[in-house]
């Protein structure tokens, strides 16, 4: 653990999307405000690098690339610093960024700025969000919000005209994808290729990729296994022809490749990483393994399942273990946790922030919307009728939390 000196405490988090924010918002509202009760003299300055100045939720693509109206952009992209603007000057600041280069746990990072200069940034923490880059903008950010947005723009273009549409990619993302075109434009022929022997093969639960491929005919999508895109070809009239590695051809007005993206990894050191290049982390406290006060959550640590609720379960373990790590540096030892006195119920554990806390995510839960009246998936284990779906994700994507993501309401509670 890097020593605690006079200076102020840098706190360095690579990645402003879903972990990012998430993390900085749980850092202001808990860690940093127990770590002065131990010590009032000590600054903590909390530094977040992105390539992107906005925030995406990234969850509403599906239905957002329909059509302009379904999710409209500005609810799906948000500011980040307005997000975290209520936090006092100095205490605060964004470097919009990316991370190109990290030595050790003992840094500097190397950041490559917007503008096209570096700039080494030195921290005493890091925690590393980094996410996944997708073939496509419309899954994950490529780099600044605009050029997602543009693919957007495209998409709600193009659509209403195409007659063929392929999807390839049998996870989520392209089961709800080829649900959500396909219910919107019922003329449309839709196909989607699973890439092996059916859709949804992660699914926690028995069964589920089969309920998909049923919900999927009734709204006439075609369902391929067994075959993948090898490469594609625009032609002079716009159609996209694809070849597959059987050897077959198919030519479309439209494809969309949602086969899945790359952890943002390159400038992690090769002795963190798997074989996936994804962060090896304790998988309790998302402490990386073979460094020393550096954590990672999402889609780039090895953890995960590659869904939110694994990076949305796993903000309070990253915190309060950066939080106990400091607080060791502090005082020499573990904090105690405090049972808050007789009106402890009321009022909460004053040691609760510092209390190490570890990954506890809701396991065997899978919901996948088809359509905008239908979906399927599973609950901790059991399998959930389609109205369930609809209720829980299938009317909004989720898109009533980005407000509450983005002030931090949603980290309210410790």
């Known amino acids: 653990m890097a020593a605690v000196d006079s200076k102020p405490y840098k706190i360095v988090i690579l990645g ?22 131990l010590d009032a003299s000590k600054e903590y300055e909390v530094i977040m690098v992105s390539p992107s100045t906005h925030f995406y939720w990234k969850l509403g693509a599906p239905r957002a690339l329909v059509n302009k109206e379904l999710i409209p952009l500005d609810t ?3 500011p980040i ?16 960024g990316t991370a190109t280069s990290l030595s050790t746990s003992q840094g500097p990072v190397t950041v490559k700025k917007s503008g096209g200069s570096t700039e080494a940034i030195a921290f005493d923490s890091l925690i590393i969000c980094t996410g996944t880059t997708s073939n496509l903008p419309i899954w994950t950010l490529k780099g600044e919000h605009t050029l997602s947005q ?12 195409a007659k063929t549409v392929l999807v390839a990619g049998g996870g989520a993302v392209g ?13 449309a022929k839709v196909s989607l290729l699973s890439g092996g022997n059916g859709l949804l093969q992660r ?28 490469s594609q070809e625009v032609a002079a009239d716009k159609q996209v022809k694809l070849t597959m590695d059987d050897g077959s051809t198919r030519t479309v007005d439209l494809y969309l490749d949602a086969t899945g993206g790359q952890p943002n990894t390159d400038y992690v050191p090769s002795e963190w990483l798997n074989e996936q290049k994804r962060v090896k982390v304790d998988a309790d406290t998302m402490r990386v393994k073979s460094a020393s006060n550096v954590y990672a959550l999402g889609d780039c640590a090895d953890y995960t399942n590659q869904t939110y609720m694994y990076t949305d379960a796993a903000v ?29 119920w009321l009022f909460g554990s004053s040691g609760s922030a510092l209390t190490q806390k570890t990954f506890k995510p809701m396991k065997g ?32 994507y989720f898109t009533e939390q980005v407000p509450t993501t983005m002030n931090g309401e949603l980290r309210a509670k410790a």
């Open 203 to 230: 699914a926690p639960v028995a069964g589920t990729g089969k309920r998909a491929e049923e919900r999927l005919k009734a709204l006439s999508v075609e369902i391929v296994h067994n075959v993948r895109v090898k």
């Open 16 to 37: 402003g999307n879903m972990g990012g924010v998430n993390v900085a918002h749980y850092l202001f509202r808990h860690t940093i405000p127990a770590l002065k009760k």
């Open 81 to 96: 610093k307005d997000g975290l603007a209520s936090y006092s000057s100095g205490k605060f600041s964004f470097v919009q």
């Open 76 to 78: 799906i992209f948000k």
């Open 150 to 161: 543009e693919a957007f723009d495209k998409l709600h273009a193009d659509l209403p005209k």
């Open 175 to 187: 089961v709800e994808s080829a649900g959500e075109i396909a219910d919107a434009y019922p003329k």
């Open 316 to 344: 309070a373990p990253v915190c309060s273990s950066l939080g106990v790590d400091v607080a060791m540096a502090l005082q020499g030892e573990a904090p105690k946790a405090s049972s808050g006195g007789p009106f402890g």
């Open 365 to 396: 839960t899978l919901i996948v919307p088809i359509g905008r009246k239908s979906g399927i998936g599973s609950i901790m284990g059991f399998l959930a009728p389609s109205i369930m779906i609809h209720m829980i994700k299938g009317k909004t």
